[in-house]
């Protein structure tokens, strides 16, 4: 492979939408930002100046990072933030990946404005494992506040109530004809008739799920999380906030006389008010030779699920497979050293005396897992395990099991209240590991985008109700399982992943909505080195930045 080299320089820009203009923070004065492209193979180097007066660190979410754990960038997991002024460079080489990811700042909310596409080509003359398409489209969702974020987390964390939910949804930055003051915003994909186009999806959002569809178009799927699937047809796609999802889109032969409407809106179970807000795009055919104007009206519309539909949810997750053939085999591991049982879910904690909280039950909104609400430290996790000063810092005693075994899908138990904490699990180098996520029903069955950093983890199971370790393992899928970084646990149900530790380093895990993160829906996986030379991680680059 090669190296590959990017500049990203953090600066506010003025950007208008639905009517309103305000600055935000972005990479080069670009929203949403640019793309990052690369083989398989390659290294990457992205360059990263914060000229704003926040703290910064990206990440490059879903890139497996084998030993090269510094370079990932979570906030105080794996690295302290780049401050006002200062330097870091990100350097990681692909390996064994191909596909769509995408990167984002990992501090506080910042990633609302700070994203972009990833895009991995296969290595050279190595072709797809589908038909090759004419254009390649990143489509990427985000989410748009008229407020400042930075003020709607700080203003929910001190009053413990649901942060205010995002005034609109985009289509790679644009909200689209639905929102007041925004038609001119109408991101347009222009095609031609006869042709297949691979759209690349990206759910950069925030703090929602989304149901996606294209009207009178059907899609198929042909990867997740920057691994091939079996193929499959599907009208709409459902996609969490962390989920990429590689779809073709096969074009009419003929000319249509219309435009077709491409829009997204949530997929919701949880208990808070959520933006019930539809984006769109527009699908527009060129102009036909003979007639070269399209007819603007009518628009087509896509009907897509209602908000709760977890019924299609739950079936469209089934649907994906990995390839498991002979070029892409699913080396997942048959047998399991390490056995977890998380519960994530809501809860709730005791205000200080002089914080008057308004949440439920005038106490504050926290999250959890095992009934552990994760605290940041306030220096880097990967720095304390490498230089062995955890003292302080953390603690090697996260739960493998709930504190107490109740029927999470049932009523809540009375006491809802979370600990807290800066506890990690330690895996033995190489260990094979799995985790049952169960979602609790406390405050609300809520279905939960979990995503792992540094693996690729295979969705052995999934059900509703609670899991059941006598029976269920029987039904595991060890053949064709997906393969990702990001599962939606079902709401009022469990899924199940496996994983080989193979990368030594420090591994943020957490709920990808970004309110669950801050209320510490959130851990770590602290992976020990192997005994040979290439199975441990290299010291820190010498510009790792400093708490
Ligand atoms: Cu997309 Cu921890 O991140």
Request: hydrophobic share 35%; net charge positive.
């Amino acid at each position: 492979g090669i190296t590959r080299h990017y500049k990203f320089d953090i600066k506010l820009q003025t950007v208008t939408r639905l009517c309103q203009t305000k600055s935000i923070v972005t990479v080069n004065g670009q929203f949403p930002g640019p793309q990052i492209t690369a083989r398989e193979g390659d290294t990457v180097l992205v360059k990263v100046t914060n000229h704003v007066q926040n703290n910064i660190t990206m990440h490059w979410h879903g890139i497996r990072q084998l030993r090269s754990g510094w370079a990932d960038g979570p906030a105080y997991i794996t690295q302290c933030p780049i401050q006002t002024g200062q330097t870091y460079v990100y350097k990681f080489t692909i390996t064994g990946q191909r596909g769509t990811l995408f990167w984002h700042a990992h501090i506080s909310w910042l990633r609302v404005t700070l994203y972009g596409p990833i895009v991995i080509l296969p290595k050279r003359n190595i072709p797809y494992p589908f038909p090759q398409p004419h254009k390649e489209v990143p489509i990427i969702f985000g989410e748009w506040w008229k407020a400042n974020t930075e003020t709607v987390i700080k203003q929910a964390l001190q009053t413990g109530r649901a942060p205010t939910v995002s005034d609109a949804f985009t289509i790679n930055g644009l909200p689209g004809p639905f929102y007041s003051c925004s038609a001119k915003d109408t991101f347009k994909l222009k095609v031609t008739p006869g042709k297949t186009y691979l759209l690349r999806l990206i759910n950069a959002a925030l703090n929602d799920e989304l149901f996606f569809s294209i009207a009178n178009h059907t899609l198929t799927v042909v990867e997740a999380d920057a691994i091939y699937t079996k193929p499959f047809k599907t009208n709409i796609v459902l996609i969490t906030p962390g989920q990429t999802t590689n779809v073709l889109l096969k074009t009419k032969h003929q000319h249509p006389k219309t435009s077709f409407l491409i829009s997204a809106r949530p997929y919701a179970t949880g208990p808070a008010p959520f933006d019930n807000t539809t984006t769109a795009a527009i699908l527009e055919y060129d102009h036909p030779s003979s007639n070269n104007k399209t007819t603007k009206l009518p628009l087509l519309k896509p009907s897509l699920p209602k908000f709760n539909d977890t019924i299609f949810a739950t079936n469209f997750n089934k649907k994906i497979r990995s390839l498991a053939n002979a070029k892409f085999p699913a080396n997942l591991p048959k047998t399991v050293d390490k056995k977890f049982f998380f519960t994530v879910g809501l809860g709730l904690s005791q205000c200080s005396q002089n914080q008057k909280c308004q949440g439920p039950k005038n106490m504050k909104f926290r999250a959890s897992i095992n009934n552990v609400s994760f605290v940041l430290p306030s220096t880097a996790l990967l720095q304390a395990h490498f230089f062995k000063q955890s003292a302080g810092v953390y603690t090697t005693d996260f739960p493998a099991n709930p504190p107490v075994i109740f029927n999470y899908t049932g009523n809540p138990p009375s006491n809802i209240m979370v600990n807290s904490g800066t506890k990690a699990v330690v895996l033995p180098f190489n260990a094979k590991v799995e985790v049952v996520l169960q979602d609790t029903s406390i405050i609300g069955a809520e279905s939960h985008p979990l995503h792992l950093h540094g693996f690729n983890f295979f969705v052995v199971g999934q059900g509703f109700g609670n899991f059941d370790s006598k029976r269920d393992p029987a039904k595991f899928n060890l053949v064709d399982p997906a393969q990702r970084n990001t599962v939606g646990v079902p709401s009022g149900g469990w899924v199940a992943i496996r994983f080989r530790a193979d990368n030594p380093g420090v591994w943020f895990m957490h709920c990808h909505l970004e309110i669950h993160t801050s209320w510490g829906l959130k851990m770590a996986w602290i992976v020990m080195d192997g005994k040979r030379p290439h199975q441990k991680l290299p010291p820190p680059p010498a510009d790792l930045p400093k708490c």
